[in-house]
């Protein structure tokens, strides 16, 4: 085994280091699963061997498999997630008022972001001889997992709240997955997965703690960085939804990483947005002092009253010179047929939630006009169904009969015939 571009796992909060081959989740000294650890590198090596193009052609997350910790005679287990297209998005530029493109990351192979993690999950846990894998999730990270585990031959358990979005917990049925649909919050479903980690020795896949899924989730800032020398513009800022933590705090090492290195020669200011309803790592960076643990929104996907990334999290603002927002379940709802009627991208509530925060942020002067804005939007629309028809309302029900289309679009037609 060899991982030599990775030199330790460190705590964020007491910088104790633990050796990296073996399967440690977070720091012992400290109580619960707040010792998260940050897995360090020996950049020299990865520079060393990292030889490809930065020309846009990116098939996989996979490219930058120089970065990703894995050992060298691992078995890669991939759908070909990441490669994600950044869009140019006009109609919606001209909506918000600033110079806006999307990254499309429900593109990913089972619908959602959490592939580039899931990916890397089940590579580790293969390699390492665990024959089950688990995790808690809200929906997404449990149909990635499940979709990867039955890619690398692994039986996969997941843990969910119970109101999870039907669509999402079908999904890792058809993958072959055990379901169990926890009576309780997202929180209480998490705390049963690591119980059951503990006991049973599962290999857990759970973001927050694990300190390889971040790793994955990073490549999204390589890709973004590419793409960014592709264009020959830096955008001034990125934006994502944040639930436990985990993906901005990915986005921006990845993104860092490429600027230190030099392949890269700026870097975005990172905007981190919360729905009212889940708001603790905004409370947390703002610096208020009453922390709310509720997780009451309709973006399921960031409904989580205590993340367990806020360390993390917090350091993409404020070391890009950044900032966070929140946004209602409103907003949300609307960014979500807005992102729809102007660019025919379907985003799941979480996925739009990133354009919203962009409206907010240029209310309050956080984004200036004359910015360019990438919003990532990090799960599609089908995994939740039932939100989107708030969003939009219902369909137009009439009888076979060419009186009832005239009825609803008679003038217009007749309009657009005189002209």
């Known amino acids: 085994m060899a991982m030599d571009h990775v030199t330790t796992l460190e705590c964020t909060i007491c910088e104790r280091e633990y050796d990296p081959d073996q399967i440690i989740y977070t720091c012992p000294e400290h109580e619960g699963v707040k010792g998260i650890l940050e897995v360090k590198y020996d950049y020299d090596v990865i520079d060393d061997n990292f030889d490809a193009d930065l020309d846009g052609d990116i098939q996989s997350q996979w490219k930058y498999e120089a970065f990703l910790p894995v050992d060298d005679d691992a078995e890669v287990v991939t759908l070909n997630e990441g490669g994600t297209d950044l869009f140019d998005a006009p109609n919606l530029s001209e909506e918000l008022g600033v110079e806006t493109l999307v990254k ?175 708001s603790a790592i905004h409370d947390a960076f703002q610096g208020h002092e009453d922390i709310d643990d509720i997780a009451d929104t309709i973006a399921d996907s960031i409904a989580v009253g205590r993340p367990r990334n806020t360390i993390k999290a917090c350091r993409a603002p404020q070391e890009s010179g950044g900032d966070t927002v929140l946004v209602s379940d409103e907003d949300i709802l609307e960014a979500e047929k807005l992102l729809g009627t102007t660019e025919g991208i379907y985003a799941e509530p979480a996925g739009a939630t990133p354009v919203a925060g962009v409206q907010e942020a240029l209310e309050q002067g956080i984004i200036e006009r004359d910015e360019t804005v990438v919003v990532v939007s990090t799960g599609f629309g089908l995994k939740d169904t039932e939100s989107a028809k708030k969003a939009t309302g219902d369909v137009n029900r009439i009888e076979a009969e060419l009186s009832e289309v005239e009825a609803l679009f008679g003038d217009a037609q007749a309009a657009a015939a005189d002209d």
């Open 104 to 278: 499309d990351d429900g593109r990913n192979p089972t619908g959602c972001f959490k592939d580039r993690a899931s990916s890397i999950a089940v590579t580790k846990a293969k390699h390492a001889g665990r024959d089950i894998i688990t995790c808690a999730s809200t929906g997404n990270a449990a149909a990635s997992l499940s979709g990867y585990a039955a890619r690398g031959g692994l039986d996969c358990r997941i843990f969910v709240p119970g109101a999870a979005p039907a669509g999402k917990l079908a999904q890792p049925l058809v993958y072959g997955a055990d379901v169990l649909a926890v009576n309780g919050s997202y929180d209480e479903a998490y705390d049963l997965s690591v119980e059951v980690t503990d006991e049973y020795g599962w290999y857990n896949r759970n973001a927050a703690i694990n300190p390889f899924q971040v790793e994955g989730k990073r490549t999204v800032g390589h890709e973004l960085a590419e793409q960014s020398v592709v264009r020959g513009e830096v955008p001034d800022w990125v934006v994502f939804s944040m639930g436990d933590g985990c993906t901005i705090a990915g986005a921006w090492k990845g993104f860092k990483e490429f600027y230190d290195l030099g392949y890269v020669d700026d870097y975005p200011k990172m905007l981190g947005v919360q729905a009212e309803g889940a």
